[in-house]
C-alpha cells in the first residue's frame, strides 16, 4: 500500500482536534464535523475489529465494549475538547515555572525552587490561561504588567495608543533612567524626545518600542511601527501551500530560510512572530512581515 494511503495512526489522528481549534469560525464548523465524523467510523471500525478477534461471542458485545473500542483506537474516552484543556492546562503550568509569567508576586529569575500553588482564582483569572486557551502562544518572556497583570494587548492588540498612569524615575545627579507605567517598574528609556515631556521607552529591553507622552492630566503609550522588514516566502505544491521565514546572516552567508509550521498567512505570520520572540526578543514586535512567492 502506497504510503499516502496507509491508514493515520491515533496520535496523529487526535492532533489534528488541535488544528481545528485554531480555525476560523466557519471553517472550524465544517472541517469540526467532518473529523467528528471520521472519529465515528474509527470507533466503529475498532468495535468491528474487536468483535472478530474477541473471544465473547461472535458479536463481541460485553458491558466495556465502548471502553474497549477507545482502547483498540488509541483514543481515550474523554471527548476532544477535554484532552485540549489538559494539554493547554500543561502548557500554562510549563510557562509558569519556565518563563515566570505570573506578573505581580511573582520573580522571572532563576533557579526556582518550589512551584507556586495554584488556586481556582489564579485559573479564573489568569490572562495567560486565556491566552492559551484562544489558541494563542506564550510569549517566551513575560510581557509587560498593568496593575500587576500581564498586558498583552499593550503589545500585540490592535490599538496601538493607550492612556496610562506614568511617572519617570532619575539618579542622584537628575538624569531620567527609567519610568513607571500603570504599575510596572521595568520600563527602559531609549530615547528623550522632548525634555520632561517625551521619551522613547521599551520593557526590559525587549518588545516594541513605545513613545510616552507625559501630560498633568493624562499620559499616552503610543507603539512604535515596526522598524525592519523580514520577508515569508510561500510556495505552493499541489495546492497546498508552505511558509518559510527568511532571515538574512549577518556574517554575509546565505540567508536562512525557517520553515513555520502553518497552513495560512495569518498563522504564519504567527508563527514566526514567536520565532523572533525566541531567538531574537530584543527585536519582537518591531519587524513587518512581507509575503514574498515564487516568480
Not at 127 to 142: D, H, V
Not at 232 to 260: D, K, N, T
Request: aromatic content about 8%; some cysteine.
Amino acid at each position: 500500500m502506497d504510503q499516502e494511503l496507509q491508514p493515520l495512526d491515533a496520535d496523529e489522528l487526535m492532533g489534528f482536534s488541535e488544528r481545528i481549534d485554531r480555525l476560523s469560525d466557519e471553517d472550524a464548523e465544517w472541517v469540526g464535523r467532518l473529523f467528528q465524523e471520521c472519529m465515528r467510523a474509527r470507533l466503529r471500525e475498532a468495535e468491528l475489529l474487536e468483535g472478530q478477534g474477541g473471544d465473547k461471542g461472535d458479536s463481541g458485545d460485553s458491558g466495556d465494549n465502548g471502553d474497549s473500542a477507545r482502547q483498540v483506537a488509541g483514543i481515550p474516552a474523554f471527548d476532544a475538547q477535554m484532552a485540549q484543556v489538559a494539554l493547554d492546562a500543561a502548557e500554562w503550568l510549563k510557562t509558569l515555572w519556565n518563563v515566570g509569567y505570573m506578573g505581580a508576586g511573582s520573580f522571572p529569575s532563576q533557579p526556582r525552587t518550589a512551584f507556586p500553588v495554584i488556586g481556582l482564582e489564579d485559573v479564573l483569572n489568569s490572562s495567560l490561561f486565556a491566552r492559551i486557551r484562544e489558541g494563542k502562544r506564550p510569549l517566551p518572556f513575560p510581557p509587560p504588567t498593568r496593575n500587576g497583570l500581564p498586558w498583552h494587548d499593550l503589545v500585540e492588540g490592535p490599538s496601538e495608543s493607550h492612556v496610562v498612569d506614568a511617572e519617570l524615575v532619575s539618579d542622584g545627579s537628575g538624569d531620567m533612567i527609567g519610568a513607571i507605567v500603570e504599575g510596572c517598574t521595568d520600563w527602559q528609556i531609549i530615547e528623550e524626545i522632548g525634555r520632561g515631556s517625551e521619551y522613547v521607552i521599551q520593557y526590559r529591553g525587549k518588545g516594541p518600542l513605545f513613545r510616552l507622552n507625559l501630560n498633568p492630566f493624562f499620559s499616552t503609550l503610543q507603539r512604535q511601527a515596526p522598524q525592519w522588514e523580514r520577508q515569508i516566502r510561500i510556495q505552493e505544491r499541489a495546492g497546498v501551500c508552505s511558509y518559510h521565514l527568511v532571515w538574512p546572516s549577518s556574517s554575509g552567508a546565505p540567508a536562512r530560510e525557517i520553515p513555520l509550521p502553518a497552513a495560512t498567512w495569518e498563522r504564519a505570520e504567527s508563527e514566526a512572530a514567536y520565532w523572533v520572540a525566541m531567538n531574537h526578543p530584543e527585536m519582537y514586535g518591531r519587524i513587518r512581515f512581507e509575503q514574498m512567492t515564487p516568480d
